[in-house]
């Protein structure tokens, strides 16, 4: 039986109406489908194959404007599980699906005949229509010469954008600043890659022509969000120059071999400090920039004061709502196209007792075992640094106590792992025993509603249930927004839906600590932005907890100790928001991480006994090849000027 999903949006108004699911529609994307009906060709080919339909396409503004349309319509929609690589195609979530394109590149499945999650051809299609917008917009009549400039400024970006996330992707790619002559030859179209740092120089350069003419915020909100300003302009010039920066591009030497026909290296294999220079002043001039408009660390205010909230509770909502609360105030960008109605629908599980006939939430996408070991203790350490903690008994039994009931129910029986933990464990992660606010906080009678979870064999949220589970006896809350509500007989499912954060402020604060280590060493700057984040989400200071608590006192006195201090902050706080799985390429550390194997508890178990016991889902591989996706191999035949990626 399938479950019959709402989506409550905010209407311009902010009213809230229950409606049956529908596509997000802003003036943006109306014409996105434009971009599934587009064809690419075997080799890279820039030559228009349209000429005959350029004078309509730019004989007024409406059409021009649509074309402007097209050129966004080529945008990744990030958080879906089919068009968002970072999501399962790593090894922070896992999921009973044995296939999917993504999910295939997790379980080592990658080739180079067809390649999954393949976007060479799609990204340089969009490239393509961005230069022929850019060509042709100067013949538009009706076009008023201020929003020219601005729409000239959002292709750039946009141009921007479709060759940064290519190089991410694959390293270096060919620089196309232009389309060919419609009578070229086909030779003359069978480009060579660019060296990575040309690659990055040309991505910076469009950046900074956009720059002068987007405007500074958008002041059509009901039909121009997620279209481009200078403040999102300047995140990801930040975001651009802090991966120039990292190791995975800045003096690779494991890439020494990877050069063009004639000999061109396409990476460098000298580290450049200057780069993590560059990097702090983009991250320093965008944070300035959002923090004038008014951007700041979200944190949950109710709209009415009715009930009494815990801070335990206060700081929970903080920390999920961050992501879940629409156009808070910690979103630097958003991707409006993306719904998370399906998603979330995906990953809920059946959270409500009143309902153990609904079959249709599945709760899938169950953080492995190391990802819920990632996660500090309450004293803001690594659980293995934690002195007072007890990191060898993690897999033992505890049963919670009165002081835990706001975590875990009272009484239960659960492993210590699942004990005085940050408050982001609690936030992002269900688990058997855990509680798990939701249903829109409170019941019929307006007492606060402490649904929790049952996840041993058979139980309410336990494998061998029908439907779907957890596979690893943890469960995804993040993107769980606390107002959806399970009906109480049926399936129906009413869903809050909200854009796919891009950028927030937090990932921005770590950027620029990150880059600020790297150019300088550790000190109060960097401190300071991994603090506030650290605050807001109900931690001490670095100093404070390190110092207290950890077996490692002066660890982030040093630049290596702060290095591992800011990546672990990045891991946890931007967890399961598709930046793990770049994050960890860009370090370089990705082929440590993805070599430890999958784990869970073992879920046919009714005992608590033998539940926890760690349990071998599946071995991960991950090598040198794995850090860029490979070039269709039909691709590599049709131009012998490509070489193929090192390993493919």
């Known amino acids: 039986m399938l479950c019959s999903i709402h989506s409550d949006k905010p209407s311009a108004g902010y009213s809230k109406h ?91 499945y990658q080739n180079v005949v067809s390649p999954y999650g393949d976007r060479w051809g799609t990204y340089f299609q969009g490239i ?17 010469e201020t929003e020219k400039r601005r729409w000239v400024s959002e292709v750039k970006f946009l141009k921007a954008y479709y060759n940064f996330y290519l190089v991410k992707m694959y390293g270096p790619i060919p620089i196309m600043k232009e389309n060919l002559p419609v009578n070229v030859k086909a030779d003359e179209v069978r480009v060579s890659r660019a060296p990575v740092d040309s690659c990055f120089e040309y991505i910076i350069t469009l950046v900074n022509e956009a720059m002068g003419d987007l405007p500074q ?34 003096g690779n030497t494991d890439e020494a071999r990877l050069k063009n026909p004639d000999g061109t290296q396409l990476f460098n294999q000298t580290f450049s400090k200057e780069k993590w220079d560059s990097a702090a002043v983009a991250c320093r001039e965008a944070i300035e920039a959002c923090e004038q408009l008014g951007l700041k660390l979200y944190k949950y205010q109710p709209a009415f004061q009715q009930f009494d909230l815990s801070d335990t509770i206060m700081t929970q909502l903080s920390i999920r709502n961050a992501i879940c609360e629409r156009w808070n105030s910690e979103i ?24 153990l006939d609904m079959t249709a939430v599945h709760g899938q996408l169950s953080p ?18 934690d002195r007072t903690w007890g990191y060898a008994e993690r897999y033992d039994l505890q049963t919670a106590g009165d002081s835990d009931k706001l975590y875990v129910r009272k009484d239960y029986t659960t492993a210590h792992m699942n004990f005085n933990r940050e408050p982001r464990f609690y936030a992002d992660m269900g688990f058997d025993g855990g509680i798990w606010y939701g249903q829109g906080m409170y019941d019929d009678k307006k007492n606060l509603d402490l649904y929790y979870l049952e996840a041993k064999y058979r139980q309410r949220n336990g494998y061998g249930k029908p439907g779907f589970s957890t596979i690893t006896g943890y469960f995804l809350k993040k993107q769980v ?57 109900g931690l001490q200071t670095v100093q404070d907890s390190w110092t207290q608590y950890s077996n490692n006192p002066t660890k982030f006195a040093t ?55 760690p349990t071998m889902i599946f071995q991960q591989t991950f090598s040198l090849k794995d850090y860029f996706f490979p070039i269709k191999e039909s691709t590599i035949t049709n131009n012998r000027n490509l070489v193929q990626n090192l390993g493919w």
């Open 18 to 108: 229950k409606i049956m699911k529908k596509p997000l529609i802003t003036g943006i994307f109306i014409l996105i489908i434009i971009s599934a009906l587009s064809s690419c060709k075997q080799f890279l080919d820039v030559v228009p194959d349209n000429v005959a339909t350029l004078d309509n396409a730019f004989a007024t503004r409406n059409e021009a404007q649509k074309f402007l349309f097209t050129c966004y319509s080529y945008m990744p929609n990030d958080g879906d599980l089919a068009d968002d690589p970072a999501l399962v195609g790593g090894d922070e979530l896992w999921r009973f699906a044995t296939e999917g394109a993504y999910f295939n590149i997790a379980q080592g």
């Open 128 to 144: 393509r229509d961005c230069n022929i917008f850019l060509d042709n917009v100067d013949r538009v009549p009706d076009l008023m």
């Open 217 to 250: 915020t958008i002041d059509d909100p009901t039909n121009e969000l997620g279209r481009i300003t200078r403040t999102i302009a300047l995140a990801f010039k930040a975001e651009v120059l802090v991966y120039a920066a990292s190791p995975l591009f800045n």
């Open 332 to 355: 630097v960008w958003a991707n409006t196209q993306t719904s998370t109605v399906s998603l979330q629908a995906l990953i809920t599980p059946r959270m409500n007792p009143k309902n």
């Open 368 to 385: 492995p075992l190391k990802i819920a070991e990632q996660f500090y203790s309450d004293h803001g350490v690594p659980i293995a640094e």
């Open 481 to 537: 927004h606390y107002q959806n509500v399970l009906a109480n007989t049926g399936n129906t499912y009413s869903v809050t839906d909200y854009p796919w954060p891009i950028m927030r402020l937090a990932d921005l604060y770590l950027l620029y600590a990150e880059a600020l280590n790297e150019a300088e060493g550790p000190g109060p700057e960097v401190l300071k932005y991994v603090d506030l984040v650290r605050e807001r989400a």
């Open 559 to 613: 630049q290596n100790g702060m290095r591992e201090i800011i990546q672990q902050e990045r891991l946890i706080e931007l967890a399961f928001e598709g930046k793990r799985f770049w994050d960890l390429r860009r370090w370089k550390k990705a082929v440590d991480e993805m070599n430890r194997p999958i784990q869970g508890w073992d879920l046919l178990q009714e005992l608590p006994s033998a539940y926890y016991r």
